[in-house]
Structures are given as structure tokens and as C-alpha cells.
């Protein structure tokens, strides 16, 4: 069992940055793909960027490579996504979660967080 909560969302001007944090907790964390997608209003999940138990493998939507950083660290049971030259586009609910497998498929997360809103105004 994951529990995932984010944190670090808020309200930016275009061209600023925010980091999101998600902290975990469970004792198999070190093992799952850890990801981030995000929701915009009434839209579906939209994948942003997962990355890999050890970090070794590391995985952008074309919308955001350039501009996120996905990290992990393992010893303190957080995952990161570092979010530069924000857009208004950019703006949604970004969730954190964390699976099994290396997708971009949203059903195949079984943890999800609460989602934090990031809302970034032009």
C-alpha cells in the first residue's frame, strides 16, 4: 500500500517556475514507477512524466520536455516535478501516482494523490 500527498501548487504569472512535491509513505515505495499527470478542467488525465524505481529511465509528455524535471529520492520517499517557463496551458490539477509498470497510461497507476492545482495566469 502507497499513500501519496502533494504539495507546492499555486497560483504563477507565464515564464515562472513552481516545484510540486509527493511525499509517500509504505515500505515498497523504492519499487514502483513514480509519475505525475495532470487535469485541466473537463478534460481527461493527461500523462506529464514518470520515471523509474531507480531513476534510471526517465519519460516527458512532448508538451513539457524542455521545461519539467521529474526526480525522485528514494531514502526520503518523495518525488519531484520541477516546472519552468509555466504557461497558461500548463494550468490543471497535477496528481501524483505511482505503479507497477513504466506507462503513460493512466489505468495502469494504482496510487493516486488528492492533486494539487497549479494555475498559471498570462
Known amino acids: 500500500q502507497v499513500q501519496l500527498v502533494e504539495s507546492g501548487g499555486g497560483l504563477v504569472q507565464a515564464g515562472d517556475s513552481l516545484r510540486l512535491s509527493c511525499a509517500a509513505s509504505?515500505?515498497?515505495?523504492?519499487?514502483?514507477?513514480l509519475g505525475w499527470f495532470r487535469q485541466a478542467s473537463g478534460t481527461e488525465h493527461e500523462f506529464v512524466a514518470r520515471?523509474?524505481?531507480?531513476?534510471?529511465?526517465?519519460t516527458y509528455a512532448s508538451s513539457v520536455k524542455g521545461r519539467f524535471t521529474i526526480s525522485r529520492d528514494n531514502a526520503k520517499k518523495t518525488v519531484y516535478l520541477q516546472m519552468n517557463n509555466l504557461n497558461p496551458e500548463d494550468t490543471a490539477v497535477y496528481y501524483c501516482?505511482?505503479?507497477?509498470?513504466?506507462?503513460?497510461?493512466?489505468?495502469?497507476?494504482?496510487?493516486w494523490g488528492q492533486g494539487t492545482q497549479v494555475t498559471v495566469s498570462s
Open positions: 501516482v505511482a505503479g507497477r509498470t513504466n506507462s503513460d497510461y493512466s489505468g495502469s497507476y494504482e496510487y
Open positions: 520515471i523509474s524505481s531507480r531513476g534510471l529511465s526517465i
Open positions: 509504505g515500505r515498497t515505495f523504492i519499487y514502483y514507477v
